[in-house]
């Protein structure tokens, strides 16, 4: 087992290594951008995978949190002026803002049924996506509104680096988060709510907590979102935001944090490349069709995603059983 | 008084075309205990297929037997595709039906276009009463209408048929149901279908109603939808009527007068039914 | 024939739990079979692997000679089994009618004569005919549920724990009723009321830890201390 681990973790670092290298290796503008995209969209489908992969709850609002931290950031650094300082302030607002907002949605709803949770969730981040068009003072609407990134950022490599020591600094944390004790009764939320329980586990409590984490990640992701573009607009709260955190963790491999970003990488890269075709074939205008099939196909036949897929492989090879386990496995149905 | 009647009358028939789409949503829920998060792509279909049949053959019956039949399909597709193959699994059907939703809602602008269409009120139905001093709009009028009359049937058939029955004993309980001889497969597919074909007669009628039709419309009734559930009570009929009826004259009488509050008002009652009586104000079962 | 119902090394998993690890168990037509055991031992899922309810792993279940093992719930029931669960599945916010009338197979004289006769043997459902199921008494519940069981023509019924809960009264008008049925249908009982086993039970069988381990004339088993210590508990 440990030399697995230590395998794994080999692999980690030959490819964080690589990562760091690539921009001093490639000049390429379109790849450095569009890596230090996936490493955002990682943080943020990773914080979706605590929730759904390893609590097994079902949120429909995740860009709610990705929008706060996206508004914080844009509001701040426009407002105060692009300084590095106001940059952490703005990241500090947006965890405070979205450790408030998920506190708030979990204690009202985690008591209650998965439905509630998502149907809440999906109907408050609705609500967010109106107010920031109607707050116009503050949001400029769908307009939106540019404004300066601190000086620092405007080399594409420094945003770079940060975003990709934010993914291993989001993606060390996490991983130590789930071996943690605490990571062990969120599992064991997942795999037996009641059993949890009545182990003696206030089940709520945990649940709220990986909320929260989730939440404040997925502001942080929208507050590196908002500099990349230097502009915000309505779009970081809308629903595409969601999905595709839903799509980049589910393709990707529920409940296992590597998924969610592998899950990223797969999703920006094929958006890239057909928004591309679809200059020439319109029909690819609709890749998102294409994502949808994929996702529903995997939700019903490869509910663990590629990671999962790759894994069940490796034990074949090597004669190992793999654990099956996770939030898709079916489960007694009991009215 | 003109203006309280007005603001009374846009209440009622947006509370029933809410009410259309979440009566499907709140029986299949309290049969099946499936939350079907693509009810709203179902609406959307049942909008784009009537103004399609409308421009086409220029009878607004026939644009809302298209509608129907639009939804009759794809409540069958969905049903043996989507919903069958994950039966049993809460978080797998949350999912796959969201991810349904998204592929509804890209259908439509691939069959009809990315853009919105207009949608016109029938001659016959377009302009307005006067009595007295109150102007009545006929069209509005004939949404309240269809809403009570399509309640009606449908308590009709809860109360009165065998399949209707089978339907109310399934919301108390489904092994029971199995043990005593009754195919609840088959009776989940009918509720699926029908609620499914409510949902896209919403739809239809909706379309002359707001003058346009877009594919994300989908999303935002089909949240609308979910908020009437869970504050009339996931799987109680007349409580999703009420509920709906309260969402659309809370909406249409705060639009009026707390135009800043109109949009927060459904997730406040939401939420407050959420804290203080999560079964919802008209529960069908405890 | 003689066997209505037969069971061979039967095994049910729930979840990941193995709960029956082998039952093997026959109904003879016309009586009265008891299946005994102290409490998780495995008889109520006996009863609900038999309906389909928690499907069997392997094994086989015979009924009229025909394997049901393989069918949906809906489809056993269909065949000729009735079955009255141990909390009586009654349907609170329906009336008495329309309680039985989920369990009318169609509107036939046969189905019509069948109303009828539960009718005369619970006369009390006759008078709540319009009255909610959940308004009934303890005792009336069992009586609406076996009468629906009875109803949807079946020549077999589950009965799981009839006397739960009621008052010893109420138990010998249960036990009247089980002795009235038995002329129409057989009966598969689940009991843990060692002497109302032995009232209307003509043979038994013991179940342990989800194995059958003994089968016999039910005065057999009165007679024998050892065994119902053993297995019971009793005696």
């Given at each position: 087992m440990s030399k697995v681990l230590s395998l794994n973790k080999s692999i980690y670092l030959i490819i964080a290594l690589a990562l760091l290298i690539f921009p001093f290796v490639s000049d390429s503008r379109t790849w450095t951008i569009l890596l230090t995209q996936i490493f955002i969209f990682a943080i943020l489908a990773m914080s979706y995978d605590l929730l759904l992969g390893y609590t097994g709850i079902v949120s429909f609002g995740h860009a709610m949190f990705f929008g706060i931290g996206a508004y914080s950031t844009g509001i701040v650094l426009d407002t105060f002026g692009p300084t590095l300082l106001f940059f952490v302030l703005s990241i500090a607002i947006g965890f405070i803002l979205a450790a408030v907002v998920s506190f708030f949605v979990g204690i009202l709803t985690l008591r209650l049924k998965s439905h509630y949770f998502a149907m809440l969730t999906l109907a408050l981040s609705g609500l967010f996506l109106v107010a920031a068009e109607k707050w116009r003072s503050l949001t400029f609407g769908n307009d939106g509104f540019t404004f300066r990134a601190p000086e620092i950022f405007q080399d594409r490599l420094v945003f770079y680096l940060l975003s990709l020591g934010c993914l291993i600094a989001v993606f060390i944390f996490l991983k130590r988060f789930v071996s943690s004790p605490m990571g062990h009764v969120l599992i064991s939320v997942r795999e037996n709510e009641n059993r949890t329980a009545s182990l003696g586990f206030k089940t709520l409590h945990y649940k709220v907590i990986a909320s929260v984490v989730a939440g404040v990640f997925a502001s942080l992701a929208g507050s590196l979102y908002a500099v990349s573009l230097r502009f915000v607009n309505t779009s970081v709260m809308t629903m595409d935001i969601t999905l595709d955190a839903l799509l980049m963790t589910i393709i990707g491999g529920v409940g296992t944090l590597v998924g969610p970003i592998l899950g990223a990488g797969v999703i920006e890269l094929a958006q890239h490349y057909l928004s591309g075709l679809a200059r020439d074939?319109?029909?690819?205008?609709?890749?998102i069709i294409l994502f949808g099939i994929l996702y529903i196909v995997a939700v019903i036949f490869f509910p663990r995603g590629i990671v999962g897929g790759i894994q069940s492989i490796y034990a074949r090879l090597t004669g190992k059983k793999v654990k099956v386990a996770g939030p898709m496995k079916k489960s007694v149905v009991k009215s | 008084m003109e203006l309280l009647i007005n603001l009374l009358i846009n209440g009622l028939a947006t509370g029933m075309l809410i009410f259309l789409l979440a009566a499907g949503l709140t029986l299949i829920f309290g049969l099946m205990s499936v939350l079907n998060f693509a009810h709203g792509g179902l609406f959307v279909w049942g909008a784009f297929a009537a103004v399609w049949m409308y421009a086409t053959t220029g009878s607004f019956i026939l644009a809302i037997l298209g509608a129907v039949v639009t939804g009759v399909i794809l409540g069958f597709v969905t049903e043996k595709l989507i919903i069958t193959p994950v039966y049993g699994n809460h978080v797998q059907q949350i999912l796959i039906t969201l991810g349904f939703m998204l592929v509804l809602t890209e259908m439509i602008k691939v069959v009809f276009g990315p853009n919105q269409l207009a949608a016109k009120v029938p001659p016959y139905l377009a302009g307005s009463w006067e009595v007295g001093d109150v102007i009545l709009i006929k069209y509005r009028m004939f949404i309240i209408l269809i809403g009570f009359v399509v309640f009606g049937i449908i308590q009709f058939i809860l109360k009165r048929t065998k399949i209707g029955l089978i339907v109310r004993a399934g919301v108390l309980n489904k092994e029971m149901v199995q043990a005593l001889g009754n195919n609840i497969k088959q009776v989940f597919l009918f509720t699926f279908i029908a609620g499914a074909a409510l949902a896209a007669l919403g739809g239809a009628l909706m379309a002359p109603y707001s003058g346009v039709v877009y594919a994300e419309m989908g999303l935002e009734f089909g949240i609308l939808a979910f908020i009437v559930v869970v504050i009339g009570g996931m799987g109680s009929l007349p409580g999703s009527l009420m509920a709906a009826i309260l969402v659309g004259l809370a909406g249409s009488f705060m639009a009026y007068y707390v135009p800043a509050l109109s949009l927060a008002v459904n997730m406040i009652l939401m939420a407050l039914v959420l804290i203080f009586r999560p079964q919802g104000l008209f529960a069908a079962k405890g | 024939m003689t066997d209505l119902l037969e069971m061979r090394d039967v095994h049910t998993y729930i979840g990941e739990y193995h709960i029956l690890q082998g039952v093997n168990f026959t109904a003879p037509k016309g009586q009265v079979s008891v299946l005994l055991g102290r409490n998780g031992a495995g008889k109520t899922t006996t009863l609900k692997t038999i309906m389909g309810l928690h499907p069997s792993k392997s094994g086989s279940i015979l009924f009229e000679g025909n394997p049901i093992e393989k069918l949906p719930t809906h489809k056993i029931a269909q065949s000729g089994l009735g079955y009255v669960p141990e909390d009586q599945g009654i349907f609170a916010t329906l009336t008495v009618e329309e309680n039985i009338r989920v369990a009318m197979r169609d509107q036939s004289e046969a189905t019509a004569e069948r109303v009828d006769y539960v009718l005369k043997l619970f006369p009390d459902l006759k008078k709540f005919w319009k009255k909610d199921g959940g308004n009934l008494s303890g005792g009336q519940k069992q009586m609406l549920s076996m009468a629906r069981a009875f109803v949807q023509d079946s020549r077999l019924l589950l009965i799981d724990e009839p006397s739960k809960g009621l008052a010893p009264v109420v138990i010998g008008k249960v036990i009247e009723a089980i002795h009235e049925l038995k002329k129409q249908s057989t009966i598969v009982l689940v009991e843990q009321n060692f002497r109302m086993a032995s009232l209307v039970g003509d043979t038994f069988t013991l179940i342990d830890d989800g194995r059958t381990v003994h089968t016999g004339e039910m005065g057999y088993l009165v007679e024998n201390e050892e065994m119902k210590r053993k297995y019971l508990g009793i005696g």
């Open positions: 074939y319109p029909i690819f205008e609709r890749w | - | -």
